[in-house]
């Protein structure tokens, strides 16, 4: 397993997307190309190698203005949130997170404001947020547990994920609104989002812990996981797999946050291919003509 493979696994939920045909203009490479030798690296497609699939679908379309996030801590039969971690992980991993996106959607004139709301059973607010069971914490093992979010929402009083998020809809005047579930073990963290079919998916990440952070003595999912989880949402797709799109992508965008595996996420950055997935810009870039970029 790829060392970023290792954190970051986009769930394929339904068929293939029946792709549109559209009429294209290929687009002049020169000021990109120019400043070295690239042509001879890249391979240039006279059509598009990939067209955004993901993007408008399921329950998060727009990743701009006002958006509630969702914050659902659940408990296991293996493991269950203290205040201490829940506090830990809003403050260093969910807030970071957000500012980044909050941030980074500012450089490319977006603006986003995020309203966060929080459920556990640690913080004592009425609610008992317990998976009954147990949330697969290795999906190369196990598979991913496909009902975090339908049991989240019967603990906050909904009879499934769909009404919850009807509910909530209907109640916050349309916004869009990102369902965070978070398992305190360490393990794979993952976004089901919906990549093709009809109708309407309710999108949520399913966010475990990481050994490699130790922020305030406690384990939480790295700030950097939890933002690449949520461009998920929005229809991001992994730069890191397949390999030639990996390698093409090391060069073109090497800091890009669906491409990186970094504990510093000050470092990373939102290429024009991630901007364009989740509908920051619609200039088609460069990327969807070279052929290493196709997506397995
Ligand atoms: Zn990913």
């Given at each position: 397993m790829k060392?970023?493979?290792?954190f970051f696994f986009a769930v394929i939920l339904a068929a293939v997307l029946p792709l549109s045909s559209c009429?294209?203009?290929?687009?002049?490479?020169?000021?990109?190309?120019?400043?070295?030798?690239?042509?001879?690296?890249?391979?240039?497609?006279?059509e598009r190698v990939c067209e955004r699939g993901s993007y408008g679908l399921g329950t998060n379309i727009k990743l701009?203005?006002?958006?509630?996030?969702?914050?659902?801590?659940?408990?296991?039969?293996?493991?269950?949130?203290?205040?201490?971690?829940?506090?830990?992980f809003m403050k260093d991993s969910v807030s970071v997170a957000l500012e980044?996106?909050?941030?980074?959607?500012?450089?490319w004139g977006i603006s986003i404001n995020f309203t966060v709301h929080e459920y556990s059973t640690a913080q004592d607010d009425g609610f008992e947020m317990r998976y009954d069971g147990k949330v697969n914490k290795d999906l190369r093992v196990d598979g991913s547990t496909k009902?975090?979010?339908?049991?989240?929402?019967?603990?906050?009083g909904y009879?499934?994920?769909?009404?919850?998020?009807?509910?909530?809809?209907?109640?916050?005047?349309?916004?869009?609104?990102?369902?965070?579930?978070a398992i305190e073990k360490d393990g794979i963290s993952y976004t089901r989002n919906q990549t093709g079919g009809n109708g309407r998916y309710t999108e949520h990440c399913?966010?475990?812990?990481e050994k490699l952070l130790f922020l305030n003595s406690v384990m939480i999912p790295k700030p950097d996981t939890v933002a690449h989880e949520i461009f998920h949402l929005f229809g991001a797709e992994d730069l890191y797999k397949p390999s030639a799109r990996e390698r093409a992508a090391s060069e073109i965008c090497p800091?890009?946050?669906?491409?990186?595996?970094?504990?510093?996420?000050?470092?990373?950055?939102?290429?024009?291919?991630?901007?364009?997935?989740?509908g920051w810009t619609e200039e088609v870039p460069m990327e969807c003509y070279i052929e290493e970029w196709r997506h397995d």
């Open positions: 060392r970023k493979a290792i009429e294209y203009v290929l687009p002049d490479f020169g000021s990109f190309f120019r400043a070295d030798s690239s042509e001879e690296r890249f391979t240039i497609s006279s701009s203005g006002d958006i509630d996030v969702y914050v659902f801590f659940m408990d296991d039969d293996e493991s269950s949130w203290s205040v201490y971690e829940t506090n830990a980044f996106i909050k941030d980074k959607g500012a450089e009902d975090v979010l339908e049991q989240a929402a019967r603990c906050i009879a499934s994920a769909d009404e919850m998020h009807e509910n909530i809809v209907k109640n916050n005047g349309g916004r869009e609104a990102i369902y965070l579930t399913v966010l475990f812990t800091n890009d946050i669906m491409l990186l595996d970094t504990r510093n996420i000050k470092k990373l950055d939102v290429c024009e291919y991630t901007a364009y997935t989740v």
